[in-house]
């Protein structure tokens, strides 16, 4: 489901229309109306692929579409915005969770309604790196990381081991340049 926008150079339209094929509950809905996919349209089914992390469930899931399930269920004026009511019961909720909150509400700007009001994925990718920084540097809580693959990934490290094979991976510490907390308003 991601990779089928395409930006072009030259053409001006920043889209490709080509014969979609997506599976039900990862296509972007400004697709269905204007049969044309964008870079935001991956940015959607990304956001789809982190509430299905978040939750353990499917897109579309007893005829119910993830997005309305989560959308229904959080409530800012709760803590931590009500996720208990969809979180994975796997990953559990207290207070070692560090910035899931902050996922939630990344998932959910990623599926905004229209395209224009979600973030690139560029804004996407810093913003998880915003949330790896904070979760790494909050003194108060235990590692978001408990994971025995980030075994020895201590606070400060730019690099982080993510498995056996030793492969890391570096954050840049960058900071989204929208506003987290402007994304919770059509929740």
């Not at 905004?112 to 690139?120: A, C, F, H, V, Y």
Request: hydrophobic residues 35%; contains cysteine.
């Amino acid at each position: 489901d991601f990779g089928i926008s395409k930006p072009m150079g030259d053409s001006g339209k920043g889209y490709v229309t080509t014969q979609v094929k997506g599976t039900m509950g990862y296509l972007d809905p400004d697709y269905y109306m204007t049969q044309q996919l964008t870079e935001k349209s991956d940015v959607y089914s990304f956001g789809v692929v982190l509430l299905e992390l978040i939750t353990a469930r499917t897109p579309i899931e007893r005829g119910r579409h993830i997005v309305r399930e989560v959308k229904e269920a959080l409530d800012k004026a709760k803590d931590l915005y009500n996720i208990h009511e969809v979180l994975d019961p796997t990953i559990g909720l207290s207070s070692t969770l560090g910035g899931l909150h902050k996922f939630v509400i990344l998932a959910m700007s990623c599926v905004k309604e229209s395209g224009s009001d979600r973030p690139t994925m560029g804004e996407v990718v810093r913003e998880i790196e915003n949330i790896l920084k904070l979760a790494s540097l909050n003194l108060n809580t235990e590692s978001a990381f408990t994971s025995s693959s980030y075994e020895g990934a201590t606070k400060g490290d730019l690099y982080h081991t993510l498995g056996s094979d030793q492969t890391t991976f570096a954050f840049s510490g960058s900071f989204l340049p929208f506003d987290v907390e402007r994304t919770t308003d059509h929740i």
